[in-house]
């Protein structure tokens, strides 16, 4: 079992975690209305999990000159730069993707740009918008109802402690 530590202090940010061999295949629920009356999809990671994401995940967004999903269980977003472009990460890859519930103590940025957020929730677009009780940012929670459910730590600011 693994427990997932803030790197600056040492906080323990989870509960005992079990590794999944891969990241799990994204629900495809997004937008679509659940029986609680929320439309957020379907958690990717079930709790009690975690998985590494290898492909970049989070800000910073690059131009791209074809529409795809800005990253994995993101929406396809366009270039306020260039009309016919488009966005894609080229945030850190092998980000520590787990159910937003297993994380314990996170607080909320309150100074996370608001204007990034989406209908429903955080979009995870413009950075970091989770810090540890210490005051150190560790991840990017994205629970708008046009993304996938799941919590990304930074890898370079959480370390993953066996028991």
């Not at 009780?133 to 990304?152: F, M, R, S």
């Amino acid at each position: 079992m693994t427990v997932i530590v803030c790197a600056a202090c040492g906080f323990a940010l989870t509960g005992p975690l079990t590794e999944l061999p891969a990241l799990p295949a994204r629900p495809g629920d997004r937008c679509l209305p659940k029986a609680d009356g929320s439309h957020r999809a379907t958690a990717t990671v079930p709790l009690g999990f975690y998985a590494l994401d290898p492909e970049p995940w989070g800000a910073p967004l690059v131009p791209c000159d074809e529409p795809r999903p800005v990253f994995g269980g993101g929406p396809c977003v366009g270039d306020p730069h260039d009309v016919e472009g488009f966005l894609v990460s080229a945030g850190t890859r092998n980000t520590v993707v787990l159910h937003p519930d297993d994380a314990r103590g996170l607080q909320e940025d309150t100074d996370y740009d608001r204007h990034a957020s989406g209908c429903c929730g955080l979009p995870g677009q413009a950075g970091m918008n989770r810090k540890c009780p210490c005051g150190t940012h560790v991840g990017t929670l994205a629970n708008d109802c046009i993304t996938a459910y799941e919590l990304h730590l930074e890898p370079a600011r959480v370390r993953l402690t066996t028991d």
